[in-house]
T-cell receptor, first 115, second 116 residues
Framework: AQSVAQPEDQVNVAEGNPLTVKCTYS??????LFWYVQYPNRGLQFLLK??????LVKGSYGFEAEFNKSQTSFHLKKPSALVSDSALYFCAVRASYGGGNKLTFGTGTQLKVEL | GAVVSQHPSRVICKSGTSVKIECRSL??????MFWYRQFPKQSLMLMAT?????????EQGVEKDKFLINHASLTLSTLTVTSAHPEDSSFYIC????????????FGPGTRLTVL
């Protein structure tokens, strides 16, 4: 069975500081990894994905994530946080083969960026 | 591209009534659609997967007679919550997978269901 762990329920960052939102995963075979952001009462917005290739993935709004196979991690990062980045962030994984394209989500991390 | 819409965005109904939620892929054909449920401050839980023209596959613990899913065309799937009760109140989100980008899911904006 595949799973995702987001160990922090909430991350607080001052505006202008770098931010990291942690994610580790477990899946059979090679993973496809995703980060989504959700604003209150809204659906999920895609930020970035890792399918294959370069371990450092750049996505929307200045976010990036690094795939680390040995640590089974896919942490989300941004060099300089903005107040508007405050939202709920979800990491998701699916197996590259089989599984019916099912995505498994982490429990989410609430990011709060303060002035 | 790859836009998914949901209708309605918000619905309030009385206990015992049925509610239908539509999920549409606006600019692509969705070979597979997924329905998720999200409780406040919790993650998304997959309810069912539906392929166009075939019966939906429900996750363990999801009542198929309670949550009727129809995927009648390549651009439309519907979720009907039958005989809704207050415990069915939740945020329902659909996603769709396209033939041309099979490794990704594109999410709708969600529907907030409140059952009084």
């Amino acid at each position: 069975a595949q799973s995702v762990a987001q160990p922090e329920d909430q991350v607080n960052v001052a505006e202008g500081n770098p931010l990291t939102v942690k994610c580790t995963y477990s899946v059979s075979g090679n993973p496809y990894l995703f980060w989504y952001v959700q604003y209150p009462n809204r659906g999920l917005q895609f930020l970035l994905k890792y399918i294959t290739g370069d371990n450092l993935v750049k996505g929307s709004y200045g976010f990036e994530a690094e795939f680390n196979k040995s640590q089974t991690s896919f942490h989300l990062k941004k060099p300089s946080a903005l107040v508007s980045d405050s939202a709920l962030y979800f990491c998701a994984v699916r197996a590259s083969y089989g599984g019916g394209n099912k995505l498994t989500f982490g429990t989410g991390t609430q990011l709060k960026v303060e002035l | 591209g790859a836009v998914v819409s949901q209708h309605p965005s918000r619905v309030i109904c009385k206990s015992g009534t049925s509610v239908k939620i539509e999920c549409r892929s606006l600019d692509f054909q969705a070979t597979t659609m997924f329905w998720y449920r999200q409780f406040p401050k919790q993650s998304l839980m997959l309810m069912a997967t539906s392929n166009e023209g075939s019966k939906a596959t429900y996750e363990q613990g999801v009542e198929k007679d309670k949550f009727l899913i129809n995927h009648a065309s390549l651009t439309l799937s519907t979720l009907t919550v039958t005989s809704a009760h207050p415990e069915d109140s939740s945020f329902y989100i659909c996603s769709a997978r396209s033939r041309t980008r099979p490794n990704e899911q594109f999410f709708g904006p969600g529907t907030r269901l409140t059952v009084l």
